[in-house]
């Protein structure tokens, strides 16, 4: 008698309950006040998590295929639970080289489902970024978002070129983008500019330290801040000192 193939959506409700019944009510909690912000949780530990994602990345692959694998993530990333979005991108991490623009569609089109810095940067820095510094032509899809009201979108533009500047790519786009996104008071896009301008020193300090001194004028503290965390104390000193006149 032959067994019935799964769909990835009754796949999808097998892990589901797995998350479910393996979670920590106490974790949660933490979680909740780590993060600030309204989120559901089971309580997982992250690295826990990542080796049970291992496992069923292997099984699922195995027997139904990449494809399968990738839709069952996106049923997993359509969910209301932290850990179930971080499982998402834990299925397909590592794997963006095989991966081709239908999937970078269809990760960006998670964006409008985050609810919490966790699951955006979980999605932006290990599926998107990745496959930004793959192909350049994405880029053109960045500075949509930081045109974009919402904030995710907006903090997905600076946090998909991370991965990028790690290896001395976009530095135009960089400040491209940073002057889009200067003037923007919320903390989460500023924290995630401040991010992608310390990955910038940090790989190409030459170039950095003068773009941070002409813009030091301008950009929010947070900014500034954030990006000169790892420069020598003398260099970040004069970064951020205020310029004379104030």
Same mark, same amino acid.
């Given at each position: 008698m032959s067994t019935r193939r799964p769909s990835p959506a009754t796949i999808a409700a097998e892990i589901r309950q797995f998350l479910k019944d393996g979670g920590?009510?106490?974790?949660? %909690?933490?979680?909740?006040? =780590?993060?600030k912000e309204e989120i559901k949780s089971h309580g997982w530990y992250t690295a826990k998590l990542r080796?049970?994602?291992?496992?069923?990345?292997?099984?699922?692959?195995?027997e139904f295929g990449l494809d399968f694998l990738v839709n069952v993530a996106n049923k997993l990333f359509a969910?209301?639970?932290?850990?179930?979005?971080?499982?998402?991108v834990f299925l397909l991490e590592k794997l963006t080289d095989e991966l081709g623009d239908a999937e970078f569609r269809l990760f960006?089109? +998670?964006?409008?489902?985050?609810?919490?810095?966790a699951d955006h940067d979980g999605l932006v820095h290990y599926l998107i970024a990745p496959?930004?510094?793959? @192909?350049?032509?994405?880029?053109?899809?960045? =500075?949509r978002w930081a045109k974009s009201p919402d904030?995710?979108?907006?903090?997905a533009a600076?946090?998909?070129?991370i991965r990028g500047t790690r290896r001395k790519l976009f530095f135009a786009e960089i400040k491209r983008l940073s002057n889009m996104l200067l003037s923007d008071e919320d903390?989460?896009?500023?924290?995630?500019?401040? +991010?992608?301008?310390?990955?910038?020193?940090?790989?190409?300090? @030459?170039?950095?330290?003068?773009?941070?001194? %002409?813009?030091?004028?301008r950009a929010p503290r947070l900014v500034l801040r954030t990006a000169c965390e790892t420069l020598p104390v003398d260099v970040r000193k004069t970064i951020i000192a205020k310029p004379s006149g104030f």
């Open positions: 920590s009510s106490k974790h949660a %909690s933490g979680m909740q006040w =780590f993060l080796s049970a994602a291992v496992q069923f990345r292997r099984r699922i692959r195995k969910g209301q639970v932290l850990e179930e979005k971080i499982f998402a960006e089109s +998670w964006l409008p489902r985050i609810s919490s810095w496959m930004v510094a793959a @192909k350049l032509g994405r880029t053109a899809r960045v =500075f904030r995710w979108h907006r903090r600076s946090v998909s070129l903390d989460m896009v500023q924290k995630g500019l401040g +991010w992608l301008l310390r990955e910038t020193a940090k790989a190409d300090a @030459k170039r950095a330290v003068p773009y941070l001194m %002409s813009i030091r004028e």
